[in-house]
């Protein structure tokens, strides 16, 4: 176990919709990234938080967004889905964003947009 | 810029037999170098890393790696592999002065082990 947790596990949706993806980082950690996971393009860097505040952007469209919040816990929010956001969701958390720092990464969300 | 490549997407070895999976690395800099393991239904977990002294590095689970500067490579090896090794592996490259969100990833290989 981790220590990351992310819900929900499953999302089923159609397109046009907009869905929150929901993580809990470790206890302790202050930074929190989101990545997504494609068959296509790998795992895939959106965006980071450190302690509330956003540090690094990276493949995120513009559809995306996130945040992270005065409890650490963050959400990443994707509106006006298409079919190709179909994919699996990871966050992951560090005690601080140095490489020295490993990421923990949470189970996924696993989305399918119909 | 940086980046991984990982030879053969799926790889199969016998239980007890050795696991050789390849990674080759493109960096202007220094690299730190990671692999990352992804067990069925579950997130990434550090193996091990590499970013400064002895080039033969050891992670968990009867894993180990060597950073070949000469050959750009990093190649996870285990001597003796077992069922719970199958799963899908991830080499990174990061760099020093870099964050966590610089790390990027390769495409995975994933192994089987044959019973």
């Known amino acids: 176990d981790s220590g990351v947790t992310q819900t929900p596990k499953h999302l089923i949706t159609a397109t046009g919709q907009r869905v929150t993806l929901r993580c809990s980082p470790r206890?302790?950690?202050?930074?929190v990234y989101w990545y997504q996971q494609s068959l296509d393009q790998g795992l895939q860097f959106l965006i980071q938080?450190?302690?509330?505040?956003?540090?690094a952007k990276g493949n995120i469209l513009e559809r995306f967004s996130a945040q992270q919040f005065p409890d650490l816990h963050s959400e990443l929010n994707l509106s006006s889905l298409e079919l190709g956001d179909s994919a699996l969701y990871f966050c992951a958390s560090s005690r601080d964003s140095s490489y020295n720092s490993p990421l923990h990464f949470g189970n996924g969300t696993r989305l399918t947009v119909t | 810029a940086q980046s991984v490549t990982q030879l053969g997407s799926h790889v199969s070895v016998s239980e007890g037999a050795l696991v050789l999976l390849r990674c080759n690395y493109s960096s202007s800099v220094p690299p730190y170098l990671f692999w990352y393991v992804q067990y069925p239904n579950q997130g990434l977990q550090l193996l091990l890393k590499y970013t400064t002294g002895a080039t033969l590095v050891k992670g968990i689970n009867g894993f180990e790696a060597e950073f070949k500067k000469s050959e750009t490579s990093f190649h996870l090896t285990k001597p003796s592999a077992h069922m719970s090794d199958a799963a899908e592996y991830f080499c990174?490259?990061?760099?020093?002065?870099?964050?966590?969100?610089?790390?990027?990833f390769g495409t995975g290989t994933r192994l089987t082990i044959i019973p």
């Open positions: 990174a490259v990061s760099a020093p002065n870099f964050g966590n969100e610089k790390l990027t």
């Open positions: 206890s302790g950690d202050l930074s």
């Open positions: 938080y450190y302690n509330g505040e956003e540090r």
